[in-house]
Each structure stands twice: as C-alpha cells, then as structure tokens.
T-cell receptor, first 110, second 113 residues
Framework: DAKTTQPPSMDCAEGRAANLPCNHS???????VYWYRQIHSQGPQYIIH???NNETNEMASLIITEDRKSSTLILPHATLRDTAVYYC???????????FGTGTSLTVIP | AAGVIQSPRHLIKEKRETATLKCYPI?????VYWYQQGPGQDPQFLIS???????DKGSIPDRFSAQQFSDYHSELNMSSLELGDSALYFC????????????FGQGTRLTVV
C-alpha cells in the first residue's frame, strides 16, 4: 500500500514556484520516488522520478533529501493549467505495481 | 506518439450485468496495470500483468478478472455488477525491458444503474 504522506491541499500564485512536499520515511534502497499528476479525472500524467540525486526535466525538478526520507517536487513557474492533484509514489523501478496515496490538490491562483 | 488506448470511454450497465473493459498498451510495452478510481477517491491498484502473466494483485474483487493476450492488450471482466462498481477505470502500460515509467490511458467511466 501507499508509503507516502502529502499535505491534502496547497495554493500557489500564478507565475510563482510551487513546492510540493512528500514524506516517504520507510522507502527502501531500491525504491524510486515517482511523481504523477491528475487533472480533473483525466488519466494520471507522469512528471518525474528519481532515486537519490536531484532530477530536472522540462516539467519540474525533484529534490530528494540525503537520507531519502522526503522529497519536494518543484514547478518553477506555476500556471493555471498546473491545477491538479499531485501524487508522490515510491516504487521499485519498472516494478509490477505502484500505489497512489492521497495526493496534494494544488490550486494555482491567478 | 502512440498512447494507451482504452475502450469504451463510457459504459452504462445495470446491476448484476457484466462488463468488459479493454486496454491497448503502448507498442512494445510489456506490462499492463489496472486501476479503479471511485468518485472523489484516489486511484486504487487492481492488478498487473507482465508478459501476459499476472504479476501482482491489489484490491481486485473476486467478481472481477483480467487477462493479457498475446498481442499484449488486456481486458478487465466485471461480473455481477454492483452500484459501488461505478467508477473510472484506468489502464497503464510500461516497459520493464526499456525501464520506462508507466503511461496511463484516459480511462473508462463505468456507471452502474
């Protein structure tokens, strides 16, 4: 089952950085941190994942603490279209299952 | 790029009927996952298949079954439908060989009346 905890909701001003935290204190050495988002009942969309190093792609940055017990997803310049539920998931890479937690509902405010 | 295709997109069934949902994974993906998302809830993992064999099982009711065929498409069969089965059903696919993340389809909205 889900091994992550996230705040239920957050607001962010449009154009500002959105920092979404996630706790995964029981993460195993071979488990990665994945982030997905779901916009209004659409299929979840992959954002980024990492093992222990910080990662960046065209959508976001992922900062993982040195002890790997928590991470932060950063959307550098939030837009209204980033309003969604963001899920932090721990998963063995290319594993056979992964579990969604309760996610963070991010609202970007004009 | 090809995405995960699910059909039908919407389905209305009566109680005690059966339903079959189909999922066509991204080409060359070897793993398929099924999820159920009830109203206002988070996606719940049901079952997954790797190379046409069931690989993991989540909270899938006994009334449901699934399989992955030789062409890698998958079907979720639901029998004796109940009102509580009304939900969005998502399929996702990934490639273990290529070590890709999982990509989701747009889902099938099942309504049981």
């Amino acid at each position: 089952d889900a091994k992550t905890t996230q705040p239920p909701s957050m607001d962010c001003a449009e154009g500002r950085a959105a920092n979404l935290p996630c706790n995964h204190s029981t993460i195993s050495g071979n488990e990665y941190v994945y982030w997905y988002r779901q916009i209004h009942s659409q299929g979840p969309q992959y954002i980024i994942h990492g093992l222990k190093n910080n990662e960046t792609n065209e959508m976001a940055s992922l900062i993982i603490t040195e002890d790997r017990k928590s991470s932060t997803l950063i959307l550098p310049h939030a837009t209204l279209r980033d309003t969604a539920v963001y899920y932090c998931i721990v998963r063995v890479e290319a594993g056979n299952q992964f579990y969604f937690g309760t996610g963070t509902s991010l609202t970007v405010i004009p | 790029a090809a995405g995960v295709i699910q059909s039908p997109r919407h389905l209305i069934k009566e109680k005690r009927e059966t339903a079959t949902l189909k999922c066509y994974p991204i080409p060359r993906h070897d793993t398929v996952y099924w999820y159920q998302q009830g109203p206002g809830q988070d996606p719940q993992f049901l079952i997954s298949f790797y190379e046409k064999m069931q690989s993991d099982k989540g909270s899938i009711p006994d009334r449901f079954s699934a399989q992955q065929f030789s062409d890698y498409h998958s079907e979720l069969n639901m029998s004796s439908l109940e009102l509580g089965d009304s939900a969005l059903y998502f399929c996702a696919s990934s490639s273990r060989v290529q070590n890709t993340e999982a990509f989701f389809g747009q889902g099938t909205r099942l309504t049981v009346v």
